[in-house]
C-alpha cells in the first residue's frame, strides 16, 4: 500500500453513494425497531472514536477540542462520550471455533476425499483414520467433540446418515437468517468491503481489488440464471482459496495480519420511476387528507 496521505473529497459529492449505501442499512434498522434517535446516537459514539484514535497528531494528545472541531460535537458531548463506542475487533468464541472447524473440514486433505468435498465422518475411529471427534481435537481440545457435534446437529450444520456419520450439511455454508454468526459477519464482511472501496477511493494507486460485473435490462429467468451460476463459480473459488490458505497459514509462523476475501451476488426487479408514481397513485385513490 502506498504511504502517501489520503486524499479527501467534497462532502456533496458523497451525499448519493452514501444515501444509497445506507438505504438497505436503514431498511434493516427500522424492520428491527431501531430508530433514529438510537442511529444518532450510536453515531455520535462512533464520530467521537474514530476522531480520538483514527485522528489523533503524532506525538500529541488528542483534546477535547479538537475532537469537536472534527466532528462538530459539542465539547460537553465529547468529554461524556470519549472512551465509548470503542470498535470491537474480538470473533465471538463460538463463531470462531466453528468456522475453524469447518475450514479445516473442508481444506485440510486428511478430512476431504480426492475431488475436494468433506468427507462424512464416524463419531470416533482409530488414528490415522479421519473421525469428527479428531477433527475436533485437531482445532480445539477446550470442548469435548460431542458436545460440538450435538450443537452442530441441532444447527443442523450436520446430519447423520445410515451409517450414523456426520455429514457436512449446505446449511453450513450459511448461517440462519437473523443468528449471531450471521449478524457477526454482516457486520465484519460489510467493513472490508466499504473499508478497501474506501482505500480505493483515498488512495492515488487503488490498494484492493474492489470490482463487479453488473447487467440492467435482463427478464428475470436469465437473472436467476446468472444468479445461481455466479453462486456455483464464487464456491468453487471460496473452496479453492480455503484450501490454499489452510495449507499456507498450517506452514507459516504466526502474525498480526488478516486477510478476507468475500464475494457477494445480488439481483433485483427495477421498477422504473414512471410506473412506480403510476403504482403509488392508483393506491392514494379513493384516499381521504
Not at 497528531?57 to 463506542?85: F, M, N, P, W, Y
Not at 468435498?117 to 470416533?124: A, D, G, I, K, M
Not at 479453492?240 to 499456507?248: D, G, I, K, P, V
Amino acid at each position: 500500500m502506498s504511504g502517501d496521505a489520503p486524499r479527501s473529497l467534497e462532502p456533496s459529492k458523497l451525499h448519493a453513494p452514501l444515501a444509497r449505501l445506507l438505504r438497505p442499512l436503514v431498511r434493516l434498522l427500522i424492520r428491527s425497531g431501531i430508530t433514529f434517535p438510537m442511529l444518532a446516537e450510536l453515531l455520535r459514539e462512533l464520530y467521537v472514536n474514530v476522531a480520538e484514535y483514527d485522528f489523533a497528531l503524532q506525538g500529541k494528545e488528542q483534546t477535547d477540542s479538537r475532537v469537536s472541531l472534527l466532528t462538530g460535537i459539542h465539547r460537553k458531548e465529547v468529554r461524556r462520550l470519549r472512551g465509548a463506542g470503542a470498535p470491537v475487533n474480538t470473533v465471538p468464541a463460538t463463531i470462531s471455533q466453528t468456522s475453524r472447524i469447518l475450514a479445516r473440514w473442508l481444506a485440510d486433505p486428511d478430512f476431504t476425499g480426492s475431488d475436494g468435498r468433506p468427507l462424512p465422518l464416524p463419531r470416533t475411529a482409530e488414528i490415522p483414520q479421519p473421525s469428527f471427534e479428531r477433527l475436533v481435537a485437531s482445532v480445539t481440545r477446550d470442548v469435548r467433540p460431542r458436545a460440538v457435534l450435538d450443537e452442530w446437529l441441532d444447527r443442523k450444520l450436520v446430519v447423520l446418515d445410515d451409517k450414523d456419520r456426520a455429514v457436512l450439511a449446505e446449511t453450513a455454508y450459511v448461517p440462519r437468517g437473523g443468528d449471531d454468526q450471521q449478524l457477526y459477519y454482516l457486520g465484519r464482511n460489510l467493513h472490508d468491503h466499504i473499508a478497501a472501496a474506501v482505500a480505493n477511493v483515498e488512495a492515488g494507486s487503488p490498494p484492493f481489488l474492489e470490482r463487479a460485473v453488473h447487467y440492467d435490462g435482463l427478464t428475470k429467468e436469465l437473472a436467476e440464471q446468472l444468479q445461481q451460476r455466479s453462486r456455483d463459480v464464487a464456491m468453487e473459488v471460496l473452496h479453492t482459496l480455503n484450501r490454499e490458505a489452510h495449507a499456507a497459514s498450517d506452514k507459516a509462523p504466526a502474525g498480526q495480519w488478516r486477510w478476507n476475501f468475500g464475494v457477494y451476488v445480488y439481483s433485483e426487479e427495477v421498477v422504473p420511476p414512471s410506473a412506480a408514481a403510476t403504482a403509488t397513485d392508483s393506491n392514494d385513490k379513493g384516499a381521504k387528507p
